[in-house]
């Protein structure tokens, strides 16, 4: 059962939808369509917020925590920096 909310007291303030998935929280922006999810509600609250900062090119980071959260998705940082140098079509976050 999916629900839909505003929360003026979280830093994302548009409106999401949050559902139970087996056992993760999955959480969707409406209006960008950004899903991502969560061990709990709240670590998908974060996830969420992060995400659409990132779709939207809000998050800013240094190089270093750039290839650290790239990391943490196992995603080789020299792989994609070595796909930027060739190629312009890339996703837009990832150029």
Known sequence: ?????R???LD???EIRMWREDDVWVITD????????????????EMI????????????GTPEEERE????????PDEVKAA???DDELPEFLQ
Do not use: C, F, K, N
Not at 1 to 5: E, H, R, V, Y
Not at 34 to 44: D, L, P, S
Not at 69 to 76: G, P, T, W, Y
């Open 12 to 14: 994302h303030e548009d």
């Open 69 to 76: 959260v790239l990391r943490d998705l196992d995603i080789d």
């Open 84 to 86: 930027r140098e060739e």
């Open 49 to 60: 917020d992060e995400a659409v900062a990132l779709h939207r090119g809000d998050a800013v």
């Open 30 to 45: 409406v209006e960008t369509g950004v899903t991502t999810q969560g061990e709990t509600r709240e670590e998908a609250l």
């Open 1 to 5: 059962m999916a629900s839909s909310t």
């Open 7 to 9: 929360d003026s007291d």
